[in-house]
């Protein structure tokens, strides 16, 4: 165990060896979830007021989804494919320890390095603004468009419990994911172009950057048969919106299957892969 | 001999690579090529043994470094480490063979190095009391004490090798694996590694597989060696037994009456000898 624990520090003083990065990294965060909220609050203020899309429920949806959005990232993908591509991953295969389980512990320390320095940041700068644009007090210019937000319940809290429980399922859906498209590298060698296209994909169907339930109806009903909204319409919506208990466990199974359902994918392509590969160079 | 008296056990070892038909076009009629790049190899390393593995660039060397390091899966053949097959008791070898790869670095590249160490003492339970008495040993024998609180990025490649080498060897590994490991360093610190193996050598009885291009490490640290060329072994014996064999068959001597083995590596290479 304490191995795994080693690889856990270790990834989390990678993460913090270049201070600028992580700055960075949460600067741009900041300025992602500014703008994305003044796009939907534009879009709501001229046409798109349907009487069945609620604004709020939107607004509240994208805010979440941003700040989930810096837990959720993971660039084992790009790791896979870098050590597969240089020869690299050789010397991880050496090594008493199981090379996925490596990974994990790494991410999982990538993942609180990111959640002190941009996930804690961000919910504390939303909900400190948002309470502050409505009171008198303070009105800086470029803070107005925030005032849509005042006075609003970001999460329901009743309901954070589920929550959590289905980050914490959405966390190792997305992990299991970005893993699988990694070791497509065993065949491919180089991914990237597949990283590309999944990568967009995905960015549609999971709901990080639209709601899902604003697709038109055949992409709604597609997607229903897809793990991509496991990451973040899922969770996203449990933290948001009120729901029935029998709903939100509907949710949660069918995260658990996906689960299920990747992990042993996973499995067989890295036990099928490991043969496959081919040492690059020397 | 026994048959655990044998660190390693190599018996007609296979590798074939596929490679996309690239000359031939699109349309080429056969889309794959077969490189062998191992065609059936046997041999055995007793324990203790220091061995050089040489072969021509592209002759099937580290091919064979890797499938011994149980990186690469045979086509055919069997290894077997100190009786263990890599099929059923990979985690066991794994414990006990330490590699390095003198183009590649084990250690985390942006932390310190002393980290990375930590990282292998618990990887392979190491216990607090050998930990630290190697780190000793290594620490005066490679000087590993002026960059030990340095990450990798930060070292000359000199460095990074000797700290490479001391992590392979911080879990008293049964065999060790070099692969290259003197590439592209300065004679300085050549001497240092070269002392550093046989040290080693002498007091845990560690057998080595050293593969190299430079004929100076083999003389300096082999007692045997085994020639390999496009996949096939060509020799394998003491260095001495080789040089008889060529003045025997070549009947060629030089000035100074020594036979120079750099000398007869090119005649094999060349294909006008063995």
Redesign the interface.
Known sequence: M??Y???M??GM??QL?YPGAVWAGLFSKVLYLYLQFCIWKALFSDCLEKPTINRTDTLRYIIIATIVSTIMECNVTEKINAQIQS??I??E?????GFKRMLFARHVGDTAVKMICCTLPLIVLTTVTMQWCGADGLRLPFLQEWSAGTGMQLMCIDQLGYGILSLFLAYGIQFLYSLIIGLLAFWLIVTWPVNMFLGAVYRLLSGVWIPVTLFPELLYRINLWLPFRAVYAIPVSILTTEMKRKVIWQSVSVQMVWLVILYGFSLFLWRVG??K???Q?? | MRPDDYSIEVKNLKKTFQVRNREGGLFAAKRYLQIEAVRDISFSIPKGEIVGLIGSNGAGKSTTVKMLTGILTPDQGSIRIRGMDYRKNRRDILMQIGVVFGQRSVLCWDIPIVESFRLFRDMYSISEQTYRKNMDIFSELLNLKEYLYQPPRLLSLGQRTKADLAAALLYDPEILFLDEPTIGIDVLAKDRIREFIKVINRERHTTVVLTTHDVSDIEALCHKMLVIDRGSLLYDGTLQGMKEQYLAQCGETSATGEIELEHIIKQIYEGSFL
């Open positions: 304490r191995k624990v080693d690889h520090t270790i003083k990678e060896v020869g690299n050789a010397i295969l050496i090594r008493p320890i490991r043969k590969l081919v040492v160079g020397g």
